[in-house]
């Protein structure tokens, strides 16, 4: 089966007693056992049938399976949030006396995790520029157990060879998880470059309507196993059925939608980056960005996602999103529908000042998600903002 195919019908639910055409909801937290037999043989794993809902439920199964399908690996778990499927993906690879290696530019609660949470637990870690082979080849020690790394990185856009850190992970036998949120599965296949395990917020483009906050793990089963027993069922991070069955709404379209949001962006982007009063554009897609070839090299196109500096700093984004009126001032991305938000004082705002520096997150910094309205309204609404800066 093809992407839209399996996203549409992979793992599907069919309901034998009433025909059911699409999964029905199954919103119950435990699952009667015939007997007692039958209770004993689910808990001791001899059956694999449903036992209560924070240890597995026909929903949030389909929908972790169906992603893992279309990233083209072996399992997949599904998390109550985004940030439940980087920190139980974290803890679960990881133990006290543990080291591992991070990305220097990541979503602004992975930072918050790992600084005040992970490392609290005799981990230790160090923040690299991945990209920059020589300082990441030098950061591993003999207890180095993961590297985690987010490519595109939020919000700078800065990418990350894939390829090129799971082999030096592996060399030195470390893990490599990627958080894959602002590509998804349709874009970019981290398992299939190399990565070991893939973490989602399917809050973003994967539900894709705004109405969820979730998280989904993919990757190989031995990896998945781990995080899934003893961790996830008993830090008890998973999602909610309702919210996995709308996930596996929204999915339904993935396709579809990703090559939208990336033609909008892709205008987007050129527009901004022949605009008077804006001083850079970071956008992957952009013969301009960087790591282009890169970018040509690991993504299928180029997502929906820019970041970019006003010539007049803080005081001129101030103006321009305090003055749009489609495109929505709020963080998260993703969605249908355009937002546009400020990392520094927003979404990273947990990020200590020099972390922030060495990120590239400068005050001037503005990050839109760009939508699949029609381009012309989005242009319009921009060109007016623009009008007050
Ligand atoms: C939003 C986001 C997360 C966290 O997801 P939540 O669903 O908000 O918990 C993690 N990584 C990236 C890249 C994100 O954008």
Request: hydrophobic share 40%; aromatic share 8%; proline share 4%.
């Amino acid at each position: 089966m093809k992407f839209n195919t399996k996203a549409i019908h992979y793992g599907a639910i069919h309901d034998k007693q009433f025909g059911a055409h699409v999964s029905p909801l199954y919103q119950t937290s435990t699952f009667v056992f015939d007997d007692c037999a039958q209770g004993g043989d689910r808990f001791a794993g001899r059956d694999s049938g449903y036992k209560y809902t924070r240890l597995g439920n026909p929903n949030t199964n389909e929908v972790a399976a169906r992603v893992a399908a279309l990233d083209e690996t072996d399992a997949g778990l599904y998390t109550s949030t985004g940030m439940s499927a980087v920190s139980t993906a974290l803890l679960g690879l990881l133990k006290a006396g543990d080291h591992f290696i991070a990305s220097d530019c990541l979503y602004g609660g992975t930072v918050a995790v790992i600084n005040k949470v992970i490392t609290q637990y005799g981990i230790e870690m160090e923040y690299v520029k991945v990209n920059d082979e020589d300082a990441f080849r030098n950061a591993f020690r003999p207890n180095t157990k993961v590297v985690y790394i987010e490519t595109p990185a939020n919000p700078t856009l800065e990418l990350i060879d894939i390829e090129m850190a799971a082999k030096i992970a592996h060399e030195h036998g470390a893990a490599l998880i990627v958080d894959n949120t602002f590509m998804t599965p349709y874009l970019q296949k981290p398992i299939c470059l190399g990565a070991d395990v893939a973490v989602y917020s399917v809050t973003k483009y994967i539900n894709g309507h705004g109405d969820v906050v979730g998280g989904i793990i993919t990757g190989k089963q031995a990896f998945i196993d781990k995080i899934n027993n003893p961790h996830l069922l008993n830090l008890g991070g998973t999602g909610s059925p309702f919210d996995a069955w709308l996930v596996a709404r929204g999915l339904k379209t993935l396709g579809l939608r990703m090559e939208k949001h990336c033609e909008n962006a892709m205008s987007v982007a050129r527009y901004l980056e022949k605009h008077p009063k804006v001083d850079r554009v970071y956008f992957p897609g952009l013969e301009s960005f960087p790591q282009y070839a890169l970018a040509q090299k690991q993504m299928k196109l180029f997502g929906g996602m820019i970041a970019f500096e006003l010539k007049g700093g803080y005081e001129a984004g101030e103006k321009l999103l305090n003055h749009l009126e489609l495109i929505s001032l709020a963080v998260s991305l993703g969605g249908v529908d355009s937002l546009i938000q400020h990392p520094a004082s927003m979404t990273h705002a947990a990020v200590p000042p020099e972390e922030k520096v060495k990120a590239g997150i400068t005050d001037g910094l503005v990050r839109i998600s760009v939508g699949i309205e029609d381009i012309e309204d989005l242009i319009a609404d921009l060109d007016n903002g623009f009008k007050y800066v």
